[in-house]
């Protein structure tokens, strides 16, 4: 039955699968093949996007008719001027048909979590790679222009369901009860593509605590970010968001999530997270079974109701998925992950929560939202009427991943400034000086690679040394005793802050012992000569002891 002379065309739905021709045969051309794509479906599935999503106006009108040739022209019936519909949207000087976006997107969601690579939309639609990126590119514009509208009812959401909720006081009550039937946001940090030791030619990683290492190559290589480091928040029937991120502290994951939920909104993450909210808590990933056969299971144990399983489950998810496009630049990290949790959440909102307000039949009440809430100035910006071409519109959607030896430069330029900054606030210029010295001095020992006790011993003194000289008064005078009491500190310890900071001259000491009697107990009055105190090296070498006691003694005031 099967005569290739019948076998022709579209007419034909095997051709769909099997080739008309033998590749040996003359008649073959490798584009030679056809579609089973409802077309004519998408091309209005697309045009409704794009009418819903990106509204045109004139003549303070919505534009609904089309020019009567061109079917993505828009005419005013009004003052009869045009517009393209694809101007100002994700589609912006698209060069392929319409169908083939709404198509793709389709079937991003059918597969999802399976994710759509580059090389599936060519052979899905038939066009060359360069092309397939930009519809990528285009997909993930899209998905990036909504997906702060998803955040938005997610906010919402979360701040009418828990505006009055409050965790018991007690950090270690067991929350089992209080949480069974709510669903509590969850966050949890994941790593994408980390470099092993095989991708940094068997060079160590350069040491950065925790996930953070192994997302940058290792410094001898130049340093470059190579992994994606993620943080994850989403709820157990939910939506999900992900968000590309440098490292993961405080000050950039807290942020980030409260661009999703409320300050005090509960939440459970991982240990590593610290936030600044009442109604957080913490899962103790730490806790092992009693069993030995448990013991180093990946499986954690959760106290007192307290899991971020939904957030963990995500990331697996996330990581399998993400393993089809083999690698991803970090610098479209953000791209990719915005279409990933685009996909995953579009089955938790209506149509109606993403369309903008002008697309509304009814307009939706707006709440008033928190004025710390980070998408505050998002309102007016939910619909999109900038004319620019696609490169400028994914520019801000670009992650900025920095190197190792560039964060560096750019925490010791901060610390730095810090720095001249406190100094400028020293009157006493000459005091100013002595401290940058002593702190210039202090980093040139630590260069030196000291032993680790004497960095033990400087740590701890420099921690004490914070305490103690804030309790020291700037206008009147403290006994030693007096302060060691005071501060509750040794006053073993406190000596040596005050003979150090006494030979520097940031104390004005005075000596309170009669000369020439025996010293047992030694008294002294101390005040502050500054408001700054920089850190400065503590430790003194035993063979110096003698000097350093001359000299500090050298400097004591005493009344006459
Ligand atoms: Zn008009």
Redesign the pocket.
């Known amino acids: 039955m099967l005569d290739s002379g019948t076998l022709t065309g579209q007419d034909t739905p095997l051709a769909h699968i099997f080739p008309l021709h033998s590749s040996q045969s003359r008649k073959y051309r490798a584009k030679t093949h056809s579609l089973a794509v409802d077309t004519q479906f998408y091309t209005k599935v697309t045009d409704q996007l794009l009418e819903q999503f990106y509204p045109k106006f ?2 303070k ?1 919505k534009l609904t008719t089309t020019d009567g040739k061109r079917d993505t022209v828009l005419r ?1 019936p ?2 009869h ?1 045009q517009q393209t519909r694809l101007s100002g949207t994700p589609l912006n000087h698209l060069k392929v048909p319409r169908w083939m976006f709404s198509y793709l997107l389709k079937e991003s969601q059918l597969q999802y979590p399976k994710v759509l690579t580059i090389t599936e939309i060519r052979k899905r639609v038939g066009v060359s790679i360069s092309t397939a990126v930009t519809l990528k590119r285009r997909l993930q514009l899209f998905s990036s222009e909504v997906i702060p509208r998803m955040q938005r009812k997610f906010y919402q959401d979360n701040k009418l369901k828990y505006h009055d909720f409050r965790f018991p006081k007690d950090k270690d009550q067991d929350l089992t009860d209080i949480v069974k039937n709510l669903s509590i946001p969850q966050a949890d940090t994941v790593v994408l593509y980390s470099c092993g030791t095989l991708a940094n030619k068997g060079r160590k990683r350069y040491k950065r605590t925790g996930q953070t290492s192994s997302i940058y190559m290792s410094e001898s290589l130049g340093g470059k970010q190579v992994g994606t480091l993620v943080n994850t928040i989403g709820i157990k029937r939910g939506p999900t968001f992900y968000d590309s991120i440098p490292n993961s502290k405080a000050e950039t994951v807290n942020p980030i999530l409260f661009k999703y939920i409320p300050v005090h909104n509960p939440i459970f993450t991982d240990m590593g997270y610290s936030l600044p909210s009442m109604n957080h808590r913490k899962v103790n990933h730490s806790r092992k079974s009693m069993d030995k056969r448990y013991r180093w299971a990946r499986q954690r144990w959760s106290k007192n109701g307290i899991h971020n399983n939904v957030a963990e489950g995500k990331n697996g998810i996330l990581k399998r998925s993400f393993a089809s496009y083999v690698w991803i630049n970090p610098k479209y990290s953000t791209l990719y992950l915005n279409e990933f949790s685009f996909l995953g959440n579009l089955r938790y909102f209506a149509l109606e929560d993403l369309l903008p307000e002008e697309s509304l039949p009814t307009p939706s009440p707006t709440y008033q939202l928190d004025r710390n809430w980070e998408l505050r100035g998002l309102q007016k910006n939910l619909i999109h009427h900038k004319k620019s071409p696609l490169k400028d519109r994914l520019g801000p959607l670009e992650y900025e991943a920095k190197s190792l030896p560039e964060i560096k430069r750019a925490e010791q330029r901060s610390q730095k400034q810090v720095l001249e900054n406190q100094l400028a606030s020293v009157e006493d210029t000459e005091l100013a000086n002595t401290l940058r010295r002593e702190y210039t001095k202090l980093q040139a020992w630590l260069k030196a690679k000291p032993s680790r006790d004497e960095r033990t011993k400087q740590r701890y003194y420099e921690v004490l040394a914070e305490k103690v000289w804030k309790a020291i008064p700037r206008h009147s005078y403290i006994e030693l005793h007096d302060l060691a009491r005071t501060a509750r500190i040794s006053g073993k310890h406190i000596f040596r802050l005050f003979g150090i900071w006494t030979k520097h001259g940031l104390l004005d000491s005075v000596d309170l012992n009669r000369q020439n009697k025996g010293k047992a107990v030694e008294y002294f009055d101390v005040r502050r000569n500054c408001e700054v105190l920089l850190p400065m090296r503590y430790t003194i070498e035993k063979s110096d002891i003698p000097r350093f006691n001359m000299q500090w003694r050298a400097k004591l005031r005493r009344f006459k």
Do not use: K, L, N, S
């Open positions: 004139c003549c009108e005013c009004t003052c001027r």
